[in-house]
């Protein structure tokens, strides 16, 4: 019997690829596999979801026809590869479906249940999970070898790091294949162990928190520890601004993660995010969190 898990030793031929949930993250993600010519199943919950979805696709690619980056006619071939759905079934045949839902662990589950009785036998089933067990998610599977973490970055287009996450579990050979993809999406892959957060969320979370902190410890306002990190670091956005980008939610599940993972209070949630994430300001997708909308105007965490 061949123990490599690779299809008798065959390397997998990724071309077409399921995209579970089209928020920021999977829209964005969708995008980067029909940039690099992959036939793509987008798949949402309901058709609001979904055409919400068809929005984040047609304004992050309209973006970069209006700067001169792409023309019309590409733009319309990278669309042209997308398919969008409300049924899980339209992935049976997918060779990878990469999962981007609410970082909610029972959904994970349910959801990969479902994709495990759905897809084909040989097909890899990727989350795009932030922090949550990779392990976890693959042990309600019945191919738990064939489960891997795919983590993308915020805006994903953009951002050049994928992290694949490979578990105790995950068969020879795999990681290295999602590596491979990855470098064909023009991605640099790091290999990273199934912990929470993996390396950038456990290090570049714990430092957002901590500004979170400092600023409900009056040390400095939103502004100033914004243009602290800008101008004295040379990072392309102040924490309060990153916050916002990645989401007050997903920033505030991933420090539950941690902290519940090392008992470290270092890790423990400042509470003003769990306040603003309470009352429903998630950040830009919410439009507003720390900042009103895209710009900084009121000083409401001053
Ligand atoms: N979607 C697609 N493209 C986008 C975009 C978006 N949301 N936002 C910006 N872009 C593109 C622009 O179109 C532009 O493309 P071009 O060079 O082809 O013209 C390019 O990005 C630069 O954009 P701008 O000139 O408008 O703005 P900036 O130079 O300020 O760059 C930024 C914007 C790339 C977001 C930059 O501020 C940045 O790198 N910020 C840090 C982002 C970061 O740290 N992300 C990681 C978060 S952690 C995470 O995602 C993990 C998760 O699990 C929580």
């Not at 045949?93 to 999962?99: G, H, K, P, Q």
């Amino acid at each position: 019997m061949d123990t490599s898990g690779r299809l008798g030793g065959m390397t997998r031929s990724f071309e077409k690829v399921g995209v579970v949930g089209l928020g920021t993250m999977g829209a964005g993600i969708a995008e980067v596999f029909a940039r690099a010519g992959l036939a793509v199943v987008g798949v949402e919950a309901d058709p609001d979801a979904l055409e919400r979805g068809r929005g984040h696709l047609e304004a992050s690619t309209g973006r970069a026809v209006a700067k001169g980056r792409l023309s019309e006619a590409e733009q319309a071939e990278i669309l042209g590869r997308v398919t969008l759905t409300t049924s899980l079934e339209d992935l049976a045949d997918a060779d990878l479906v990469v999962e981007a839902i609410p970082e909610v662990m029972d959904f994970k589950r349910s959801l990969f249940t479902d994709l495990d009785r759905i897809c084909k036998p040989s097909a890899v089933l990727a989350t795009n999970t932030s922090s949550l067990s990779v392990t976890g998610i693959a042990a309600t599977t019945t191919r738990p070898g064939q489960v891997v973490g795919m983590h993308f970055f915020n805006p994903a287009p953009i951002m050049k790091l994928v992290e694949v996450i490979h578990t105790v579990v995950t068969e020879d050979g795999l990681a290295d294949e999602i590596a491979a993809l990855a470098r064909r999406l023009g991605k640099t892959p790091v290999s990273v162990g199934d912990r929470a957060g993996f390396v950038v969320n456990r290090l570049l979370l714990t430092y957002l928190n901590h500004a979170a902190v400092l600023l409900e410890n009056g040390l400095a306002t939103r502004d100033g520890i914004d243009a602290a990190m800008r101008l004295g670091v040379g990072l392309p956005m102040g924490p309060f601004a990153l916050l916002d980008l990645i989401g007050l939610d997903t920033s505030y599940e991933v420090m539950c993660v941690l902290f519940q993972e090392s008992r470290d209070r270092r890790h423990a949630p400042a509470p003003i995010l769990r306040e603003l994430v309470t009352a429903g300001l998630l950040g830009r997708k919410s439009g507003g969190g720390f900042y009103d909308g895209d710009e900084p105007a009121s000083s409401r965490a001053d």
